[in-house]
C-alpha cells in the first residue's frame, strides 16, 4: 500500500498574455483565472494512479489562503482522497519557506501515524520559475529525490520513476518513502466526473499552521520577454505565387 500527498500550488492562468502586478514582483492573475500548473495535474493523475494500483490513498496540500482551496476540490475531483491546506500569505512565502512548511506537515503527520510513501511535488512553478521546492523538501526530509518524472510505479517498497531527456528515458528505482517532482507530458490528466465534482464540495479541508516564519524568497522582481518580431511576405497571388514559394522552400531547405 502506497500514500501519497501531492504538493499543489494556486497560480494564474498563464495560457494567456501574461502581466505582471503594478510592483512586478509576481504574475497578475485577477483577469486570466487561477489554476494549478500542467506539472501538478500530471503530479496527480500519477497518485491517484499509484495508491490505486496499491490500495492506499491521496492526499493534496496547497499553501495559501481560502482561495486556493478552489484547486484542492479540483484534485479531490479526479481521485484525490483528503485535502490539508496551510494557512498562510502564500506571496509572504520563498521556497525554501515552502519546503519547511512542507515538511512540517509530513512531519506531523508522521507523528500522528499517517505516513506518506510519496511526496509529488510539480517540476517548477508557473507563476516564477522557481525549481527549488522539492529538492529542499527531501533535503529536509532526508529522503531520496529525483526531478523530472514523467511517470512513477510502486512495488514492494520501491519507486521506478521515468524521467525523458533530451537523449532518451532515465530510469531510477528509490527505495520508499522519496520525493519526487514531476513533469508534464508522461501521462493524461482525467477529467472530473459529476460524482468527483459532488465529492469534492462535500470533502471537508483540513486547516493547518504553517509551524515555521517565512524569510521570503530574495526575489527583486520578475520581467515579462518582449514578444519575438513576426513579418509576413505576400508571396504572390494565385499561381503566379508558385514559382515563389519554390524559392522559398529551396531556401529553408524544405526541397531541393
Known amino acids: 500500500m502506497a500514500d501519497v500527498l501531492v504538493c499543489v500550488k494556486r497560480v494564474p492562468d498563464d495560457s494567456g498574455e501574461v502581466v505582471l502586478t503594478e510592483a512586478g514582483d509576481a504574475v497578475d492573475g485577477r483577469y486570466a483565472g487561477y489554476t494549478m ?3 501538478e495535474e500530471c503530479a496527480v493523475e500519477i497518485a491517484v494512479d499509484v495508491a490505486g494500483a496499491s490500495g492506499g ?3 493534496v496540500l496547497s499553501l495559501g489562503d481560502e482561495d486556493c482551496e478552489e484547486q484542492l476540490r479540483a484534485a479531490v475531483a ?13 506571496d509572504a512565502f520563498g521556497p525554501g519557506d515552502v519546503a519547511a ?65 533530451a537523449t532518451g528515458t532515465e530510469v531510477y528505482e528509490l527505495p520508499l518513502p522519496a520525493v519526487v517532482t514531476v513533469l508534464e507530458g508522461g501521462v493524461q490528466p482525467r477529467y472530473p466526473s459529476i460524482t468527483g465534482r459532488m465529492r469534492a ?21 520578475l520581467r515579462v520577454l518582449p514578444a519575438p518580431e513576426s ?19 529551396r531556401e529553408l531547405g524544405v526541397v531541393r
Do not use: C, F, M
Request: hydrophobic share 45%.
Open 231 to 249: 513579418r509576413v511576405e505576400v508571396l504572390g497571388q494565385g499561381a503566379g505565387g508558385a514559382v515563389r514559394l519554390a524559392e522559398v522552400l
Open 201 to 221: 464540495r462535500k470533502t471537508p479541508v483540513e486547516v493547518v499552521d504553517p509551524g515555521v516564519e517565512p524569510r521570503g524568497s530574495g526575489r527583486l522582481g
Open 78 to 90: 479526479v481521485g484525490a482522497h483528503a485535502a490539508v491546506r496551510v494557512d498562510a500569505e502564500a
Open 101 to 165: 512548511a512542507i515538511a512540517a506537515v509530513v512531519r506531523e503527520k508522521e507523528s500522528a501515524g499517517t505516513g506518506y510513501d510519496l511526496v509529488l511535488l510539480g517540476n517548477d512553478a508557473a507563476d516564477t520559475g522557481d525549481h527549488q521546492v522539492g529538492i529542499r523538501l527531501a533535503h529536509l526530509l532526508g529522503r531520496p529525490v529525483v526531478a523530472g518524472a514523467q511517470n512513477i510505479t510502486v512495488a514492494q517498497g520501491r519507486a521506478e520513476v521515468r524521467a525523458g531527456t
Open 57 to 59: 490513498e491521496v492526499t
Open 37 to 39: 500548473s500542467a506539472h
